[in-house]
T-cell receptor
Framework: SQQGEEDPQALSIQEGENATMNCSYK?????LQWYRQNSGRGLVHLIL?????REKHSGRLRVTLDTSKKSSSLLITASRAADTASYFC???????????????FGRGTSLIVHP | ETGVTQTPRHLVMGMTNKKSLKCEQH?????MYWYKQSAKKPLELMFV???????ENNSVPSRFSPECPNSSHLFLHLHTLQPEDSALYLC????????????FGSGTRLTVV
């Protein structure tokens, strides 16, 4: 069954503003990851946060994880037109009998940053 | 380039054709994945190969057949596809425990006519 669900589905902001995207999930996870996808291309890994972590930073990105609420947020500060893309969260759970770790993606948030 | 190479980038095929998608990585990863991405839908995991284990999504039709001859190469064999199979097919690789993220290829845009 689908794990991560991003919210909002679409977000339109002006350059310089902050963009916040949320991800909710249903079951316990091993870690949660955020990805970016430019139109028609592959996904690019942005940041990974483990289930025992609450916050991580990478450049202009800030990710939080609240395991009690089963939710995560991605904040992009001081957005740029080049940040225009779709953003996906992926929840990773361990497979049965300690097997493969399976990432499950949501539908994504489409972010448009106007110059 | 991400280190995961998919070929071809674009493919148009008739419903009676047989074709194969190829994915290659030389990142030292030991797990490889096929995903299907259709408009307005979540990425759909199709198959996982991890060491000698294969995991498959039971909802994937048998007209899709994966092959993983070694840890660096992954194929998706296609036969008698339907128009609704038109989508972006993405390959990804990772270390088995997924603890360092997944590296995606640029995808193959498949159109079934």
């Amino acid at each position: 069954s689908q794990q991560g669900e991003e919210d909002p589905q679409a977000l339109s902001i002006q350059e310089g503003e902050n963009a916040t995207m949320n991800c909710s999930y249903k079951t316990s996870i091993n870690n949660l990851q955020w990805y970016r996808q430019n139109s028609g291309r592959g996904l690019v890994h942005l940041i990974l946060i483990r289930s025992n972590e609450r916050e991580k930073h990478s450049g202009r990105l800030r990710v939080t994880l609240d395991t009690s609420k089963k939710s995560s947020s991605l904040l992009i500060t001081a957005s740029r037109a080049a940040d225009t893309a779709s953003y996906f969260c992926a929840t990773v759970v361990s497979g049965r009998s300690g097997g493969s770790y399976i990432p499950t993606f949501g539908r994504g948030t489409s972010l448009i940053v106007h110059p | 380039e991400t280190g995961v190479t998919q070929t071809p980038r674009h493919l148009v095929m008739g419903m009676t054709n047989k074709k194969s998608l190829k994915c290659e990585q030389h990142l030292g990863h030991n797990a490889m994945y096929w995903y299907k991405q259709s408009a307005k839908k979540p990425l759909e995991l199709m198959f996982v190969y991890s060491l000698e284990e294969r995991v498959e999504n039971n909802s994937v039709p048998s007209r899709f057949s994966p092959e993983c001859p070694n840890s660096s190469h992954l194929f998706l064999h296609l036969h008698t596809l339907q128009p609704e199979d038109s989508a972006l097919y993405l390959c990804a690789s990772s270390l088995r425990d997924g603890d360092y993220g997944y590296t995606f290829g640029s995808g193959t845009r498949l159109t079934v006519v």
